[in-house]
């Protein structure tokens, strides 16, 4: 029993440590959420990680991502994660792609032999397609659905995704998902209710706003989502 794992084995098992090992675990979207379970899949012995994101760490991500330190902002938000994987868990296969992903590029995704993916993308359109694709190939997903502008981590649930309310990330991607048959996707959501926040920054491009979010929600959803692809690849799901 390796001594960095030794907790986390206590709790599974050395089979399931053996199958999480040989696991393969896409995470698409390094923001807040996706830097946390990113993280939280190194730390449970995840033998190997596919990291996407286009984007660069910029100052703005200091208060909530895990790649984002002030000695790696305007850095790649895969590479720099990449290599705070690299120095959690040296053993992890880690696959740093610093591209976006989206319909148009869908070829240089799939297929694919991931064991998990998570969908940790802002976009809906990047989100529907990814979450199809992933279903066609037979990978199980988990999708992340709004954490911005709330504050209370306690009212994030893991759920079917037509088992949701109150949240208008989730309405939209239920109705979108209807449209494109997917007749079930997990999810990690919250019920709390949006605030609306002042806006001091412009939005980019194609946001009508910019969110606002403390660290211990995203942080949170992501835990989540790692918690779930961990217990679900070491046959322990709850």
């Given at each position: 029993?390796?001594?960095?794992?030794?907790?986390?084995?206590?709790?599974?098992?050395?089979?399931?440590?053996?199958?999480?090992?040989?696991?393969?675990?896409?995470?698409?979207?390094?923001?807040?959420?996706?830097?946390?379970?990113?993280?939280?899949?190194?730390?449970?012995?995840?033998?190997?990680?596919?990291?996407?994101?286009?984007?660069?760490?910029?100052?703005?991500?200091?208060?909530?991502?895990?790649?984002?330190?002030?000695?790696t902002l305007g850095e790649s938000k895969a590479e720099a994660?990449?290599?705070?994987?690299?120095?959690?868990?040296?053993?992890?296969?880690?696959?740093?792609?610093?591209?976006?992903?989206?319909?148009?590029?869908?070829?240089?995704?799939?297929?694919?032999?991931?064991?998990y993916a998570a969908d940790c993308i802002d976009l809906v359109?990047?989100?529907?397609?990814?979450?199809?694709?992933?279903?066609?190939?037979?990978?199980?997903?988990?999708?992340?659905?709004?954490?911005?502008?709330?504050?209370?981590?306690?009212?994030?649930?893991?759920?079917?995704?037509y088992g949701t309310d109150v949240c208008p990330l989730a309405?939209?991607?239920?109705?979108?998902?209807?449209?494109?048959?997917?007749?079930?996707?997990?999810?990690?959501?919250?019920?709390?209710?949006?605030?609306?926040?002042?806006?001091?920054?412009?939005?980019?491009?194609?946001?009508?706003?910019?969110?606002?979010?403390?660290?211990?929600?995203?942080?949170?959803?992501?835990?989540?989502?790692?918690?779930?692809?961990?217990?679900?690849?070491?046959?322990?799901?709850?």
């Amino acid at each position: 029993m390796s001594e960095n794992l030794l907790r986390i084995e206590m709790l599974l098992g050395a089979p399931a440590m053996e199958r999480l090992s040989r696991a393969h675990v896409a995470v698409f979207g390094l923001g807040g959420v996706g830097s946390w379970c990113a993280e939280a899949l190194a730390r449970s012995g995840v033998g190997a990680l596919t990291l996407v994101d286009e984007d660069t760490v910029a100052a703005s991500n200091l208060n909530r991502q895990v790649e984002a330190l002030n000695s790696t902002l305007g850095e790649s938000k895969a590479e720099a994660m990449a290599r705070r994987v690299a120095d959690i868990a040296p053993g992890c296969r880690v696959a740093a792609r610093a591209e976006r992903y989206e319909a148009a590029r869908r070829a240089a995704f799939f297929p694919a032999d991931w064991d998990y993916a998570a969908d940790c993308i802002d976009l809906v359109s990047c989100k529907l397609d990814l979450i199809e694709s992933a279903i066609g190939c037979g990978i199980p997903i988990i999708s992340a659905l709004g954490t911005g502008n709330k504050l209370d981590a306690g009212r994030l649930r893991i759920s079917d995704i037509y088992g949701t309310d109150v949240c208008p990330l989730a309405r939209v991607m239920r109705r979108e998902l209807r449209r494109r048959g997917v007749e079930r996707l997990t999810v990690v959501y919250s019920d709390e209710p949006p605030l609306s926040p002042s806006q001091p920054e412009a939005p980019p491009p194609g946001r009508r706003s910019v969110p606002g979010s403390a660290v211990w929600v995203p942080a949170a959803a992501g835990l989540l989502m790692a918690q779930h692809i961990v217990l679900a690849i070491a046959g322990a799901e709850s």
